[in-house]
């Protein structure tokens, strides 16, 4: 494994390896992933490999500060395949020491020996989706576990050294209540995870959630119903305050965590910096060039790695403010204007008078420190404010 202690002279880099599979698809997920032959997964790892070290090569000068293994779900893989990954990943790139190494994993495919595993073999972040406490939830959702199955794992990671968890919860769920989501926030408080990402569900075209949800005139009789605006509302309200009580800090919309357990994969992704993709449908930005893998599993495992990039963009300088907006708006710090008059040559007031303004004047947006934010008001009508900014 190439190691380096210091960063200051090397460039930093982020890398995501996805794995597509998983054990069946949840009702209301839109991402790549899919049942896959055991041959068809073979030929995948391989050419996954082939790609990392494609990567490794092209990017020599980088020190990597960031791993994630995403889906799909990773942790359907054997431990020795996710172990020889990781270590493909060390062994070609230039990896930190202290590197924050995350893999996603369902509750319905670890067990206490794959993660003691996948700890020694230096994988030290775990983010486990357990979106609901309740059992009946669950099922709605179409997950292949229980809560008592999500309980096992968690204590098992826990055993298995694992010092650094995010646990995955889902609000405005079909049947779900106010008493609900609560027990859901109370239970999973009580085990005292490093990090906690609390998002809504949000309906999303193509999923079975969809054909049910998606189309107010169609007929849903026999489904349970969504939570009303309000409802969805008071929940969204009651995890900040339950979260906020309990300790954990929100430092992204969806995000919380106890102090220095923030995300530092994701908080890369915010701040835009450098990171690549690995795997079908992966996405990469690298010098404010954008570009997505194939998702195309044919072109994949017939075809090499400069075949596999698609949608290859170079961002325009105003496609750069709009993410440097948007994203950094999503971040409880918010867009440093010292930072931004750097990189752009004018400073955000000058650039967008009336929506500063506006947003300044009715609470929305705050000015402190030196910084540009969301208020508590604005939070509440992120999307609306954020799409300000778009030219």
């Known amino acids: 494994m190439k190691k380096s202690k210091g960063c200051r002279e090397q460039r930093q880099l982020s890398i995501y390896v996805h794995i597509p599979f998983c054990l069946q698809k949840c009702h209301y997920c839109d991402f790549l992933s899919f049942r896959v032959s055991e041959d068809e997964k073979k030929q995948y ?13 092209k990017y020599k000068g980088e020190i ?11 942790t359907i893989l054997k431990e020795e395949e996710l172990n020889d990954l990781l270590l493909t990943v060390k062994e070609s790139f230039t990896v930190a020491e202290d590197a924050e190494i995350t893999i996603e994993a369902n509750p319905g495919t670890i067990s206490r020996q ?3 595993c996948l700890r020694s073999a230096g994988f030290n972040r775990i983010s486990i989706g357990l979106q609901s406490a309740q059992d009946k939830e669950l099922i709605e959702l179409g997950r292949v576990h229980t809560y008592a199955e999500f309980m096992e794992g968690f204590r098992a990671a826990r055993e298995a050294g694992f010092d650094n968890i995010n646990i995955d919860l ?20 009580a085990l005292r995870p490093e990090h906690i990402s609390a998002y809504s569900l949000i309906i999303e075209e193509g999923t079975l959630f969809w054909g049910r949800y998606g189309d107010t005139t169609l007929h849903t009789e026999g489904y349970p119903l969504l939570p009303s605006e309000d409802e969805e509302r008071l929940m969204y ?8 009580k309990a300790g954990y800090e929100r430092y992204e919309i969806s995000n919380y965590a106890r102090k220095g357990k923030e995300c530092r994969h994701n908080s890369r992704y915010w701040q ?13 930005c690298y010098d404010n060039v954008r570009w997505k893998n194939t998702d195309k599993m044919t072109l994949y495992l017939t075809g090499s790695p400069e075949q596999y990039q698609m949608e290859k963009t170079c961002l325009t300088r105003e496609e ?33 008078p009336d929506v500063i303004d506006k947003y300044v004047s009715n609470g929305c947006l705050v000015i402190k420190d030196g910084r540009l934010k969301l208020s508590k008001l604005g939070i509440d009508v992120s999307n609306l404010v954020m799409s300000e900014f778009l030219f």
Not at 45 to 55: A, R, T, Y
């Open 170 to 189: 889902m609000s405005a769920l079909p049947g779900q209540t106010m008493e609900s989501y609560g027990e859901t926030l109370t239970s999973v408080l």
């Open 272 to 284: 835009r910096k450098n990171y690549i993709g690995l795997g079908l449908g992966s996405s990469s």
């Open 320 to 352: 750069q403010i709009e993410e440097t907006l948007f994203l950094g708006l999503r971040l409880m710090e918010g867009v440093c204007l010292e930072e931004f008059l750097e990189k752009f040559g004018k400073n955000i007031h000058e650039m967008y």
């Open 45 to 57: 790892l391989m050419k996954l490999q082939d790609e990392i070290v494609f990567f490794a090569c």
């Open 64 to 74: 990597v500060t960031t791993i994630f293994f995403g889906g799909g779900t990773p």
């Open 114 to 116: 794959k993660l003691k």
């Open 237 to 244: 309200q009651r995890t900040e305050d339950m979260l906020s």
